[in-house]
Nanobody, 115 residues
């Protein structure tokens, strides 16, 4: 099993930046893939960014050029850097980790962008 804890969300003005963190309870090297989804009120959960099992990093078109994923294996943490935030980025952001065919989710962190 993997326990994921997100942090870093908050209220920010449009044009601002945030860094979301997702700390895992076990070594990142044992995890096949990690990434971030978000869900806005009344909308389906959508993929924001991901490290795939093939070592590829993908970003949704909606955040491409404004978002960067990074990782710190020493602290088992994956980060999502969000820049030039827009009101439409307002959502609950969830990190996930795939391990042995099962997807684990964090509890989510709220990001609110004011115009």
């Amino acid at each position: 099993q993997v326990h994921l804890v997100e942090s870093g969300g908050g209220l920010v003005q449009a044009g601002g930046s945030l860094r979301l963190s997702c700390a895992a309870s076990r070594s990142i090297s044992s995890i096949n893939a990690r990434g971030w989804y978000r869900q806005a009120p009344g909308k389906q959960r959508e993929l924001v960014a991901q490290y795939t099992s093939a070592g590829v990093t993908n970003y949704a078109d909606s955040v491409k050029g404004r978002s960067t994923m990074s990782r710190d294996d020493a602290t088992r943490t994956v980060y999502l850097h969000l820049n030039n935030l827009k009101p439409e980025d307002t959502a609950v952001y969830y990190c996930y980790a795939d391990l042995m065919g099962y997807r684990y989710w964090g509890q989510g962190t709220q990001v609110t962008v004011s115009s």
